[in-house]
């Protein structure tokens, strides 16, 4: 049985995605790996209409690169499920600004969720917002 479920698992994405640093990063993913939870954040920023194909890319091989996911197109599928759903979530915000702020991915078993917190908009006139996706492989 597993102890966490996929609202545990969103939770932890979700943080990891609202670390301030790369040092930040790293603390929490050793904290967790301790538990058994794999867990990835990658900076991004761009023009948000360009950017979604690489958004969804750069969260599937962040993954693979760091033991999130394997090389099976179920655990791919998956991630790029689950930002696709995050990517949609911020949408409506987003079209035709700019954003930056991080991926995040995290994997419990068979839980994967994925979470974007970004800064949208011009300048220093930035509104901000979550999106989360789940899947389960």
């Known amino acids: 049985m597993d102890l966490l479920g ?3 698992v969103a939770r932890i994405a ?3 995605s609202l670390t301030k640093n790369r040092a930040e990063e ?11 939870i ?3 954040a990658i900076d991004y920023g761009g023009d948000f209409i360009t950017s979604v194909n690489k958004i969804i890319e ?5 993954s ?4 999130v996911i394997g090389d099976s197109h179920a655990e791919e599928g998956a991630v790029a499920g689950a930002t696709r759903e995050a990517i949609a979530q ?3 915000k987003a079209l035709g600004l700019s954003v930056g702020g991080k991926i995040a991915v995290a994997r419990y078993h068979d839980h994967v969720s994925v979470a974007l917190f970004f800064g949208i908009g011009l300048l220093h006139l930035n509104e ?9 492989i």
């Open 128 to 136: 901000v917002a979550i999106g989360l996706g789940h899947r389960a």
């Open 90 to 92: 911020i949408m409506p």
């Open 26 to 36: 790293n603390y929490h993913k050793e904290e967790y790996l301790r538990t058994g």
């Open 38 to 40: 794999r867990t990835v």
């Open 6 to 8: 996929s609202r545990e």
């Open 14 to 16: 979700i943080q990891m």
């Open 58 to 62: 750069r969260a599937v091989v962040a």
């Open 64 to 67: 693979k690169r760091e033991g």
